[in-house]
C-alpha cells in the first residue's frame, strides 16, 4: 500500500534532481574558457514505481510513478572525432616546427649581398685575377691576401650561425623528451585514479577531460594512436610500442652519441632500443638537427674543403715574388698525425681503419681518350656499396660522370696534371667520418694499370677503410694521397700565417724545369683565378656556382614546403577543432536556457511539496476536529 507520506519523497527527489542540474549548468558556465573542458549534461530517469509485476501486487489501476531520479552526468563527447584531432594534430606540429627552423637557415643564407659569401668569393677571384696582369706588385698580392681573409671569416660566420642553430635544435630536444616523460606519467597516473572512480560507479568526467587534453598535448610530440576497447585498460602506443597501459608507462631516455658529435641519442628506458619517430614535433626536431642543418653543414665544409684544396693545390705549384714554392694558400689540418692514415677507431689502443680524404692517380689521362677495357667499380654509398661499371667504348670523362651521377659518396675529376682524382665527400649515416673514402674495388683495369691508383684488380687489391694502413693497397710511383682533415674545415680554415707574414710567397708564376718563372709571368695567378668556372666537383656540383645555386634553392624549397604544409595541416586543424568546439563546446545561451528549465521545474516541484505538505495538514490536524 502506498504511504500516506509518498508524495513528500517523490517531491524531495525531483529538489535534489533539479538541484543537480542546476549544479551542472553552473559546472559548465565556470569552465566555459576552461582548455579542454566537455560541456556535462545531467540524465534523469523516472524512478522505479512503486508496483512490480507480479501475482501478489495490490489491485491498482496501474504503476504508480514515484518521481526521477539521477541517472548519470555525462560528457558531450565524440570518440571518433577525438581521435581524428589526436591522429593530425602531430603533423600540425611537425610542420610548424621544421617551419620555423628553415626559416633561421634561410635568414642565414639570406645575407646582404655585400657581406655574404658568394660576394667575398667573386672579389677573392678577381684579386687573383688582377694579380696574373700585375704578377710582380706587392699591391696586388695585399689584395689577395685580405680578400681571402674576408672570404675566411664568411665562411666562419655562417658556420658558426649553423652551428648555434643545431645547439638551439638539441636544447628544444631535450626539453621535448622531458614534457613527453611528464606526460606519460601524467596521463598514466589519470588512468588509475579514472579507473578508481569508475570501480566506484562514479563518471569522473573532469578526469577524462584532462586526460583527453594531455594525449592531444602528447600527440603533438609523437604521432600516437590510442586503444579504447578495454574500458578498464587506456593504453597508447606509437610504432607498435605501448608507451601507457593503464598506470604504467614507459619514459624516453637520452644519452649522448659520440658517433654523432655528442648530440643527444633518444631510446626507450626499458630495454635501450632507439625510439623510431615518424611524426610530431620530435621527428621533426631529430631530423632537423641531424638531417636539415647537419647536410647544411656537411654543404658549407664541402665547398670549404673542396675550395681550399684545389686553390693549395695550383698554390704548391707555383713560385712567389720572392721565389719561395711549395706553400699552402690555406692552413689545412689532418684530423690525425699520422702519414697513411691510420686510426684508431674503437678505442682499443691499436690502428684499426685508414682516414684518406683524397686519392690522385699516378698516370696522365686525356678526358677523350677511348678506354678499349671494361670492368666494374665498386664504391662506397649511402646504404653499402655502389657498382659503377665501364665499358670498351667508354671515354674517361664518360667514367667520370657515371662516377660523380653514381650516388656513391666519393667524387671524381683529372687534376690539372690530367691524374684521376677520387675525393671522399660528407657521409649521410653519423656512423661513418665525413670525408674518408671507404672502399675502392675494380674488377678490370681502369683503376689499376689505367689511372695508376690500385695495385691490382678484385677483392685483394681492394683499398677498404676498415683496416690499417690501406694505403699499401696503392700503387707508388706519382701516386698521391692525403689525409682526411679535421672535422667541419669551415670552422678552422684560415690563410697561412707564413704568407701573412710574408705575403711576397704568395705564387703568381710556375715554374720551368724546376726553376722559378720569368718575370711578368702571371700562369699560377691565372689557373687559380680560373677555378671560378671550370668544373672542380664540390660534392656533387660540378662548379662553385652551381653549389652556391643549389644550396639557395636547396633551403628555399624546404622552406616552401615547410610553409604550404603548415598551412594546409592548420586548415585541417581549424576545422575538426570548430566541429569539437560546436560539439563539446560550452556555449552561454544553451546554457542560460537549461538553466531556466532547471530553475523552473526547481519551483514547481518545490509548489508540489507545498501543496502536499497543506494536503496533509488538513488530514492530521482537521479531520475530526
Not at 63 to 84: F, H, N, P, V
Not at 174 to 179: F, P, R
Not at 362 to 377: F, M, V
Not at 446 to 468: C, H, K, M, N
Request: aromatic content about 8%; overall charge negative.
Amino acid at each position: 500500500m502506498q504511504s500516506t507520506f509518498s508524495g513528500i519523497e517523490l517531491g524531495k527527489r525531483g529538489l535534489v534532481s533539479h538541484t543537480q542540474g542546476l549544479s551542472t549548468i553552473g559546472h559548465n558556465l565556470s569552465n566555459a574558457s576552461t582548455e579542454g573542458y566537455s560541456r556535462q549534461r545531467i540524465r534523469l530517469n523516472p524512478t522505479d514505481p512503486l508496483y512490480v509485476p507480479g501475482l501478489s501486487r495490490e489491485e491498482t489501476p496501474g504503476q504508480i510513478g514515484q518521481g526521477t531520479d539521477i541517472a548519470r552526468i555525462e560528457r558531450i563527447r565524440d570518440d571518433l572525432l577525438e581521435g581524428r584531432i589526436v591522429a593530425q594534430a602531430n603533423g600540425e606540429n611537425y610542420w610548424q616546427t621544421r617551419d620555423k627552423y628553415l626559416l633561421m637557415v634561410e635568414k642565414i643564407y639570406n645575407e646582404p649581398m655585400d657581406v655574404s659569401i658568394r660576394s667575398h668569393l667573386d672579389r677573392f677571384w678577381s684579386a687573383w685575377q688582377e694579380l696574373s696582369i700585375h704578377p710582380s706588385e706587392m699591391a696586388a698580392r695585399m689584395a689577395v691576401l685580405e680578400r681571402g681573409k674576408t672570404l675566411i671569416d664568411a665562411i666562419h660566420s655562417r658556420y658558426h650561425s649553423l652551428k648555434q642553430t643545431r645547439a638551439m635544435i638539441e636544447d628544444e630536444i631535450k626539453v621535448a623528451v622531458g614534457e613527453v616523460n611528464s606526460l606519460l606519467k601524467d596521463i598514466a597516473a589519470l588512468n588509475d585514479r579514472i579507473l578508481k572512480s569508475k570501480a566506484m560507479g562514479d563518471s569522473p568526467n573532469d578526469l577524462m577531460d584532462r586526460r583527453d587534453l594531455l594525449v592531444e598535448k602528447l600527440s603533438g610530440y609523437l604521432e600516437i594512436t590510442v586503444e579504447r576497447r578495454d574500458p578498464d585498460e587506456f593504453i597508447l602506443h606509437t610504432g607498435g610500442y605501448h608507451i601507457v597501459q593503464g598506470s604504467k608507462f614507459q619514459p624516453l631516455g637520452m644519452e649522448g652519441d659520440p658517433q654523432n658529435e655528442g648530440f643527444s641519442r633518444i631510446f626507450w628506458q626499458r630495454d635501450g632500443e632507439d625510439v623510431r619517430l615518424r611524426g610530431g614535433k620530435l621527428a621533426a626536431l631529430l631530423e632537423l638537427r641531424d638531417r636539415d642543418v647537419r647536410g647544411e653543414i656537411q654543404n658549407l665544409d664541402t665547398f670549404t674543403l673542396n675550395f681550399i684544396d684545389l686553390v693549395n693545390e695550383v698554390h704548391r705549384a707555383g713560385y712567389g715574388l720572392n721565389q719561395k714554392t711549395g706553400n699552402d694558400f690555406f692552413t689545412e689540418y689532418p684530423s690525425i698525425n699520422n702519414l697513411a692514415g691510420n686510426y684508431d677507431r674503437n678505442g682499443d689502443g691499436a690502428y684499426d681503419a685508414s682516414y684518406i680524404f683524397r686519392i690522385n692517380g699516378a698516370h696522365s689521362l686525356n678526358p677523350q681518350d677511348i678506354l678499349g677495357i671494361s670492368g666494374e667499380l665498386i664504391l662506397p654509398g649511402p646504404k653499402g656499396n655502389i657498382r659503377v661499371p665501364y665499358h670498351a667504348t667508354d671515354t674517361v670523362g664518360d667514367v667520370i660522370q657515371r662516377i660523380n651521377t653514381s650516388g656513391a659518396e666519393i667524387t671524381a675529376r683529372l687534376d690539372r696534371e690530367g691524374r684521376l682524382s677520387l675525393k671522399g665527400t660528407p657521409s649521410s649515416d653519423v656512423a661513418y667520418p665525413d670525408f674518408v673514402i671507404r672502399h675502392l674495388e675494380d674488377t678490370g683495369q681502369f683503376l689499376v694499370g689505367y689511372t695508376g691508383i690500385l695495385r691490382q684488380s678484385g677483392p685483394e687489391g681492394a683499398f677498404d677503410w676498415g683496416r690499417a694502413d690501406a694505403v699499401f693497397s696503392l700503387q707508388g710511383g706519382g701516386l698521391s694521397y692525403a689525409v682526411a682533415p679535421l672535422s667541419h674545415p669551415s670552422g678552422w680554415i684560415e690563410v697561412n700565417r707564413e704568407l701573412v707574414l710574408e705575403p711576397a710567397s704568395i705564387v703568381a708564376s710556375f715554374g720551368v724545369a724546376g726553376r722559378p718563372g720569368q718575370p711578368g709571368d702571371g700562369a699560377a695567378a691565372l689557373a687559380i683565378a680560373s677555378l671560378r668556372n671550370h668544373p672542380v666537383m664540390i660534392g656533387k656540383k660540378t662548379t662553385f656556382d652551381d653549389y652556391f645555386a643549389d644550396a639557395v634553392a636547396g633551403i628555399g624549397l624546404k622552406g616552401e614546403q615547410a610553409e604550404i604544409m603548415l598551412r594546409t595541416q592548420q586548415q585541417i586543424m581549424k576545422d575538426l577543432r570548430d566541429m569539437r568546439e560546436s560539439l563539446s563546446g560550452v556555449n552561454i545561451d544553451e546554457e542560460v536556457a537549461e538553466m531556466i528549465k532547471f530553475q523552473h521545474g526547481y519551483a514547481a516541484v518545490a509548489r508540489f511539496i507545498s501543496e502536499f505538505t497543506r494536503m496533509l495538514d488538513t488530514i492530521i490536524n482537521r479531520i475530526g476536529a
